[in-house]
């Protein structure tokens, strides 16, 4: 049980403390820690100058789909919106064919010429969030006819009950006169 320690001894301290104490080799001070570094040359990607602007043109299929994406986009959920507002079909305020062609080439050119390139996961995400957001409004419109609809159909349903007590009263008066 009774096991040694290694404790430090004296001895070891001092040659410790003494190997501290000893000169050490001297380094070159500056005055600043960034005046070791090696200088930077300027080379046309690091040199602000030097460096042209970075013009990036989309392939012409990529820029149709894109335009004709944005077009649906837009053809989808304006007329729906429109409707919405109106209180009518969204078809009344869709585009007409060639508008829609007109308005898809003008899209395909600017994104083209911009550089817009839409992701093919985005798009379908844009896609589904605006056919299916576009009936958004229709859906709380029809969620609030149904919810009439079933208090009217309640309200049916205690009306027939009384009218039904209402009978049943009527059959016990009666029959009690004849009784009478």
Do not use: H
């Not at 989808?76 to 507002?85: H, M």
């Amino acid at each position: 049980m009774n096991e040694p320690t290694n404790l430090a001894t004296g001895a070891e301290i001092s040659s410790f403390v003494a190997e501290l104490q000893q000169p050490k080799q001297e380094f070159a001070q500056s005055e600043s820690i960034f005046d070791a570094l090696p200088e930077e040359t300027p080379t046309p990607e690091n040199d602000p100058q030097q460096r042209e602007p970075i013009r990036t043109q989309m392939t012409q299929g990529a820029a149709n789909a894109s335009g004709k994406l944005v077009v649906s986009v837009i053809d989808t959920v304006i007329p729906s919106l429109q409707a919405w507002l109106a209180k009518t079909n969204a078809d009344e305020f869709k585009a007409a064919e060639n508008d829609r062609a007109e308005l898809e080439t003008a899209l395909s050119e600017y994104m083209k010429l911009k550089g817009g390139d839409i992701p093919p996961g985005l798009m379908c995400v844009i896609l589904v969030v605006a056919i299916y957001g576009s009936n958004i409004p229709k859906m709380l419109e029809m969620r609030k006819i149904n919810t009439e609809k079933e208090r009217l159909e309640k309200m049916r349903r205690d009306l027939e009950y009384q009218k039904q007590q209402l009978d049943k009263e009527r059959q016990k008066i009666t029959k009690n006169a004849e009784n009478e």
